[in-house]
Nanobody, 126 residues
Framework: QLQLVESGGGLVQPGGSLRLSCEVSGITSDYYAIGWFRQVPGKEREGVSCISISDGKTYYRDSVKGRFTIARGNAKNTVFLQMNNLKPEETGVYYC???????????????????WGQGTQVTVSS
């Protein structure tokens, strides 16, 4: 069973950058994936990116390609989401989620993940 804790949210101006962290515990092997989701007020939670830990493959939704980067930290129990050129409409609560079955297949769908962090607020505003 994975436990996940996000950090790194905050207030940033449009065009600015933030790096979110997801600390993962309860790991017993490298066969799992970590996804990042965001939930904008009034909208459904949407998948942003995913990394399959065993093979390092990464996945992004089209709207963040070229601006966001997901990576595993050197400590191996942390996954980062580097977000550049942030837009006001990307304001919301960002969650990391763990999956031990699908390895980023269907990464944009919350139902493909079994474990969730508590979320961290990201506000993009001038």
């Amino acid at each position: 069973q994975l436990q996940l804790v996000e950090s790194g949210g905050g207030l940033v101006q449009p065009g600015g950058s933030l790096r979110l962290s997801c600390e993962v515990s309860g790991i017993t092997s490298d066969y799992y994936a970590i996804g990042w989701f965001r939930q904008v007020p009034g909208k459904e939670r949407e998948g942003v990116s995913c990394i399959s830990i065993s093979d390092g493959k990464t996945y992004y939704r089209d709207s963040v390609k070229g601006r966001f980067t997901i990576a595993r930290g050197n400590a191996k129990n942390t996954v980062f989401l580097q977000m550049n050129n942030l837009k006001p409409e990307e304001t919301g609560v960002y969650y990391c989620a763990g999956d031990t079955t699908y390895f980023c297949s269907g990464f944009v769908f919350p139902s493909f993940y079994d474990y969730w962090g508590q979320g961290t607020q990201v506000t993009v505003s001038s």
